[in-house]
């Protein structure tokens, strides 16, 4: 992965010229929990102009980069990120918390997070996608492979939320997926065993053979629900 970031902002930096102020990586792939298996290469770029030609000179270096399999590159000027700061309020959080300066100065260090807006997204994100999951469920075939690809699918989201949602409780950030589920698990007592089985199958110390794909599905959707209504009765009582 250190050779393709190397390229990325060498090739970045030939195409943008000086309108190029910054190139982060953020998310799992600047955390040791990164897997090359599972994890995406999340790549945010700040330019100084971001009109259309300016955008446009990113293209080619944007094709290479997503023929390797990458998401394709978040871009923003330093102004518009800060004007969003209240609707990416878990977004940025992220980012400040989870990031690697690949180039230029350390931004999002200094950068304010309105924590009371942050709290309603982490709500709203965890009803939507709670929502989503039991759509995949009712929509999805009832084969062991397809139950366990949508909860496999729907893993790192979740486990996002439940870090958020501590960290919005005051409790102490969590550092790693299963520790964002073990402490809405403490905080709840809700049964986390679905969980753990596909954080387990994810890095390949069960296999799939070993799971009970209805009964993991069903301690999963359980977790998912008490999490969610947990969370909002406690978040409004801060």
Known sequence: METKLTELVSKLKAAAGENLKAVVLYGSAATSEYQSAHSDVNILCLLDRASLPDVEKLHYVTEWWMNEKNPTPVIFTHEELLRSADVFAIELLDMKHRHRMLYGDDFLEAMD?????????????????????????????????????????????????????????????????????????????????????????????????????????????????????????RFETR
């Not at 009712?138 to 501590?166: D, Q, Y």
């Open 113 to 233: 997070v309105p924590m009371q807006l942050h709290r309603l997204q982490v709500e709203r994100e965890l009803r939507i996608n709670w929502m989503r999951l039991r759509q995949a469920v009712l929509a999805g075939e009832s084969r062991k492979k397809a139950r366990l690809a949508i909860m496999l699918s729907s893993l790192p989201t979740f486990c996002v939320m439940f870090r958020h949602a501590l960290i919005g409780l005051g409790q102490p950030e969590p550092h790693t997926k299963r520790e964002a589920v073990d402490g809405v698990a403490a905080l709840t007592g809700a049964d986390a065993s679905g969980f753990h089985a596909i954080l387990d199958f994810r890095a390949g110390k069960l296999k799939e053979r070993e799971i009970d794909a209805e009964a993991t599905l069903h301690a999963y959707l359980e977790f998912v629900g008490i999490a969610t209504n947990e969370v909002d009765r």
